[in-house]
Protein backbone atom coordinates (compact mmCIF):
# COMPACT_ATOMS: atom_id res chain seq x y z
CA UNK A 1 0.00 0.00 0.00
CA UNK A 2 1.61 3.34 -1.20
CA UNK A 3 -0.26 5.36 1.94
CA UNK A 4 -2.14 7.33 -0.19
CA UNK A 5 -5.70 7.96 -0.27
CA UNK A 6 -6.72 7.14 -3.48
CA UNK A 7 -9.84 9.33 -3.96
CA UNK A 8 -7.88 12.59 -3.05
CA UNK A 9 -3.91 11.61 -3.69
CA UNK A 10 -3.88 12.52 -0.41
CA UNK A 11 -0.81 11.13 2.13
CA UNK A 12 -0.62 12.94 4.58
CA UNK A 13 -2.89 15.94 6.74
CA UNK A 14 -2.58 18.45 9.52
CA UNK A 15 -4.64 19.81 11.74
CA UNK A 16 -4.18 22.74 13.55
CA UNK A 17 -4.32 22.33 17.68
CA UNK A 18 -5.55 26.06 17.77
CA UNK A 19 -8.28 25.87 15.09
CA UNK A 20 -9.87 22.88 16.13
CA UNK A 21 -8.95 22.58 20.13
CA UNK A 22 -8.87 25.78 21.31
CA UNK A 23 -5.40 25.65 22.67
CA UNK A 24 -2.92 28.42 22.06
CA UNK A 25 -1.19 28.32 19.00
CA UNK A 26 1.78 26.42 17.49
CA UNK A 27 0.74 23.11 17.23
CA UNK A 28 -0.44 20.46 15.50
CA UNK A 29 -1.42 17.14 14.07
CA UNK A 30 -0.64 15.64 11.56
CA UNK A 31 -2.49 12.27 10.71
CA UNK A 32 -2.52 9.69 7.66
CA UNK A 33 -3.47 6.82 6.12
CA UNK A 34 -1.02 4.23 7.22
CA UNK A 35 1.53 3.79 10.03
CA UNK A 36 4.09 4.16 7.72
CA UNK A 37 3.02 7.79 6.46
CA UNK A 38 3.16 8.87 9.66
CA UNK A 39 6.52 6.83 10.43
CA UNK A 40 8.11 9.01 7.45
CA UNK A 41 6.84 12.23 9.30
CA UNK A 42 8.27 10.81 13.10
CA UNK A 43 11.90 10.22 11.10
CA UNK A 44 12.34 13.67 9.68
CA UNK A 45 11.46 15.20 12.71
CA UNK A 46 12.91 13.18 15.88
CA UNK A 47 12.93 14.96 19.30
CA UNK A 48 12.89 18.46 17.41
CA UNK A 49 9.25 19.32 18.36
CA UNK A 50 8.37 20.97 21.57
CA UNK A 51 6.07 19.00 23.90
CA UNK A 52 4.07 22.23 24.71
CA UNK A 53 1.44 21.86 22.36
CA UNK A 54 0.90 18.34 23.73
CA UNK A 55 0.60 19.02 27.34
CA UNK A 56 -2.20 22.27 26.33
CA UNK A 57 -3.98 20.20 24.62
CA UNK A 58 -4.06 16.92 26.91
CA UNK A 59 -4.71 20.12 30.12
CA UNK A 60 -7.50 20.97 27.90
CA UNK A 61 -9.24 18.07 27.23
CA UNK A 62 -9.36 17.07 30.83
CA UNK A 63 -11.10 20.62 31.79
CA UNK A 64 -13.39 20.48 29.71
CA UNK A 65 -13.96 16.47 29.90
CA UNK A 66 -16.24 14.52 27.35
CA UNK A 67 -19.48 16.50 27.77
CA UNK A 68 -17.71 20.22 26.92
CA UNK A 69 -16.13 18.60 24.34
CA UNK A 70 -19.27 17.53 22.74
CA UNK A 71 -20.93 20.58 23.18
CA UNK A 72 -18.08 22.60 21.89
CA UNK A 73 -18.32 20.61 18.83
CA UNK A 74 -22.19 20.71 18.44
CA UNK A 75 -21.88 24.68 18.85
CA UNK A 76 -19.08 24.94 15.93
CA UNK A 77 -21.39 23.39 13.95
CA UNK A 78 -24.45 25.28 14.33
CA UNK A 79 -21.84 28.72 13.98
CA UNK A 80 -20.27 27.24 11.11
CA UNK A 81 -23.67 27.41 9.50
CA UNK A 82 -24.52 31.04 10.77
CA UNK A 83 -21.40 31.89 9.06
CA UNK A 84 -22.09 30.56 6.31
CA UNK A 85 -25.47 32.10 5.68
CA UNK A 86 -23.64 35.65 6.83
CA UNK A 87 -21.02 35.32 4.06
CA UNK A 88 -23.76 34.37 1.50
CA UNK A 89 -25.82 37.58 2.18
CA UNK A 90 -22.51 39.67 2.16
CA UNK A 91 -21.95 37.79 -1.52
CA UNK A 92 -24.62 38.75 -2.83
CA UNK A 93 -24.27 42.25 -1.81
CA UNK A 94 -20.67 42.57 -3.08
CA UNK A 95 -21.43 40.59 -6.17
CA UNK A 96 -19.31 37.76 -4.98
CA UNK A 97 -19.89 33.46 -3.83
CA UNK A 98 -19.03 31.62 -1.63
CA UNK A 99 -17.37 28.16 -3.17
CA UNK A 100 -19.28 25.03 -2.67
CA UNK A 101 -17.21 22.91 -0.52
CA UNK A 102 -19.32 20.44 0.68
CA UNK A 103 -17.03 18.16 2.39
CA UNK A 104 -14.89 20.92 4.51
CA UNK A 105 -17.11 21.61 7.28
CA UNK A 106 -14.95 24.26 8.89
CA UNK A 107 -13.67 26.65 6.03
CA UNK A 108 -15.34 28.61 4.03
CA UNK A 109 -14.12 30.61 1.02
CA UNK A 110 -15.56 33.86 -0.77
CA UNK A 111 -14.72 35.24 -4.04
CA UNK A 112 -12.83 38.40 -4.47
CA UNK A 113 -13.22 39.45 -7.86
CA UNK A 114 -10.33 41.79 -9.16
CA UNK A 115 -12.30 43.86 -11.70
CA UNK A 116 -14.87 44.53 -8.69
CA UNK A 117 -12.31 46.52 -6.48
CA UNK A 118 -9.89 49.21 -6.58
CA UNK A 119 -7.26 46.98 -5.01
CA UNK A 120 -5.66 43.70 -5.32
CA UNK A 121 -6.97 40.86 -3.50
CA UNK A 122 -3.84 40.58 -1.83
CA UNK A 123 -4.14 44.23 -0.42
CA UNK A 124 -7.74 43.47 0.85
CA UNK A 125 -6.16 40.68 2.79
CA UNK A 126 -3.77 43.46 4.53
CA UNK A 127 -6.42 45.92 5.21
CA UNK A 128 -8.45 43.07 7.12
CA UNK A 129 -5.57 42.28 9.24
CA UNK A 130 -4.84 46.00 10.01
CA UNK A 131 -8.42 45.81 11.39
CA UNK A 132 -7.41 43.03 13.69
CA UNK A 133 -9.16 40.58 12.03
CA UNK A 134 -6.96 37.95 11.87
CA UNK A 135 -7.46 34.07 10.47
CA UNK A 136 -8.73 35.36 7.28
CA UNK A 137 -6.00 34.34 4.47
CA UNK A 138 -6.51 35.66 0.90
CA UNK A 139 -5.71 33.14 -1.90
CA UNK A 140 -4.75 34.76 -5.52
CA UNK A 141 -5.40 31.74 -7.30
CA UNK A 142 -4.32 32.21 -10.40
CA UNK A 143 -0.82 32.05 -9.60
CA UNK A 144 2.10 29.24 -9.78
CA UNK A 145 5.10 28.63 -8.19
CA UNK A 146 7.92 26.29 -8.81
CA UNK A 147 9.61 24.64 -5.92
CA UNK A 148 12.58 22.04 -6.54
CA UNK A 149 11.09 20.76 -10.23
CA UNK A 150 8.06 20.66 -9.02
CA UNK A 151 5.33 23.12 -9.96
CA UNK A 152 2.17 24.10 -8.12
CA UNK A 153 -0.48 25.42 -9.94
CA UNK A 154 -2.86 28.35 -8.26
CA UNK A 155 -0.29 28.26 -5.38
CA UNK A 156 -1.95 28.57 -1.75
CA UNK A 157 -5.56 27.50 -2.98
CA UNK A 158 -6.65 23.84 -1.69
CA UNK A 159 -7.04 23.47 -5.41
CA UNK A 160 -5.13 23.42 -8.50
CA UNK A 161 -7.92 23.97 -10.90
CA UNK A 162 -9.21 27.31 -8.64
CA UNK A 163 -8.12 30.41 -10.43
CA UNK A 164 -10.55 32.98 -8.68
CA UNK A 165 -9.06 34.94 -5.84
CA UNK A 166 -10.92 33.79 -2.72
CA UNK A 167 -10.53 34.68 0.71
CA UNK A 168 -10.81 32.05 3.64
CA UNK A 169 -12.58 31.85 6.80
CA UNK A 170 -13.02 29.21 9.35
CA UNK A 171 -16.00 28.21 11.56
CA UNK A 172 -13.25 26.99 14.71
CA UNK A 173 -14.54 25.44 17.98
CA UNK A 174 -15.05 28.37 20.30
CA UNK A 175 -16.28 30.55 17.66
CA UNK A 176 -19.59 32.77 18.82
CA UNK A 177 -22.01 34.02 16.31
CA UNK A 178 -21.35 37.27 18.19
CA UNK A 179 -18.09 36.84 16.93
CA UNK A 180 -19.16 36.16 13.20
CA UNK A 181 -21.53 39.39 13.41
CA UNK A 182 -18.11 41.29 13.93
CA UNK A 183 -15.92 39.26 11.63
CA UNK A 184 -18.44 40.07 9.20
CA UNK A 185 -18.78 43.22 9.32
CA UNK A 186 -15.85 43.77 9.16
CA UNK A 187 -15.17 42.37 5.71
CA UNK A 188 -18.07 44.04 4.71
CA UNK A 189 -17.48 47.60 5.41
CA UNK A 190 -13.98 47.04 3.80
CA UNK A 191 -15.03 45.38 1.07
CA UNK A 192 -17.76 48.14 0.39
CA UNK A 193 -14.85 51.03 0.90
CA UNK A 194 -12.59 49.08 -1.59
CA UNK A 195 -15.76 48.76 -4.34
CA UNK A 196 -14.98 50.00 -7.87
CA UNK A 197 -17.77 52.57 -8.19
Known sequence: SSGINAEYGVALYE?????????????SIVAGFTGDAIRGVSQVYPGRGSSTPTLDLFITLLEMGRSGWEGLLATRAQVFQYLKEQLELLAAECGERVLKTPSNLISLALT????????????????????NVTGVRVVDGGSSKTIGHVTLDSFGSHSPTCTVPYMTFAGGVGMSRDDVDVLVGKVGKLLAKCRRK
Open 112 to 131: LTPANYTVPPSEIGSRLFLR
Open 15 to 27: RSLAKNFMVPVGG
